[in-house]
């Protein structure tokens, strides 16, 4: 059955460094998230993509954080400078148009986070 | 207060019992759908319903909203110890845009004592 995969599973950085999480959504899907989930919290939403472009983004995604989608398989989130409250679970999720099942997100398995 | 709230926070039952958890929201919603998380792993998508249905089965899963409350349950038959994880509501409520974010509860903490 085909899964959204992420990497790293866990990375960890310090204060003030960039980081990339990556995705690979499933192939024909058309719409990519990102969450995050602090630890012992919710899962928040930060942002939904979708032909190139930001569809909808949380107060939480910043002007620090960015997403991309380089080529025709992976999806990023960049965050440009860490902060400690960066610290988190992030999860990739994406979803297809078909009309039966357009309203499940497929979720990755998460990358952990930790800013130092 | 916020949207998808469940409770309770933690339960713990023997293996064969039935467990209820529970999911209250906010703003009116477009659907409602429940997701299980083994620790420190992703989330797993269970089950949707939509605002204009009232009950739904999925194997040993029955959901049902209470549009008029706000409110949805679920309820898994028969547990067993691999049914131990964290359950979420989250919802999607009705908006312009066609993202369908989803808004997630603080989860229901599930042991299956064996």
């Known amino acids: 059955e085909p899964e959204v995969t992420q990497t790293p599973s866990h990375q960890v950085t310090q204060m003030g460094q960039e980081v990339i999480l990556r995705c690979v959504p499933i192939?024909?899907?058309?719409?990519f998230y990102w969450y995050r989930q602090i630890l012992g919290q919710k899962v928040e939403f930060l942002v939904s993509f979708y032909n190139n472009e930001i569809s909808e983004k949380s107060e939480i995604f910043d002007d620090q954080f960015s997403v991309e989608r380089p080529d025709g398989s992976n999806f990023t989130l960049k965050i440009r400078s860490t902060k400690l409250e960066d610290s988190a679970m992030y999860f990739c999720?994406?979803?297809?148009?078909?009309?039966?099942?357009?309203?499940?997100?497929?979720f990755g398995p998460g990358t952990r986070l930790l800013v130092l | 207060s916020q949207q998808g709230e469940e409770d309770p926070q933690a339960l713990s039952i023997q293996e064969g019992e039935n467990a209820t958890m529970n999911c209250s929201y906010k703003?009116?919603?477009?659907?409602l759908q429940w997701y299980r998380q083994n620790s420190g792993r992703g989330l797993v998508h269970l089950i949707l319903i939509r605002s204009n249905e009232r009950e739904k089965h999925s194997g040993r899963l029955r959901v049902t909203l209470d549009t008029s409350k706000k409110s949805s349950s679920l309820l898994i038959t028969a547990s067993r110890a691999a049914d131990t994880a964290s359950y979420f509501c989250a919802t999607r409520s009705y908006s312009g845009a066609g993202s369908y974010q989803l808004t997630f509860g603080k989860g229901t903490k599930l042991s299956v004592i064996p």
């Open positions: 703003t009116s919603i477009n659907n």
């Open positions: 192939s024909n899907h058309l719409y």
């Open positions: 999720a994406s979803r297809t148009t078909l009309l039966a099942i357009k309203e499940t997100q497929y």
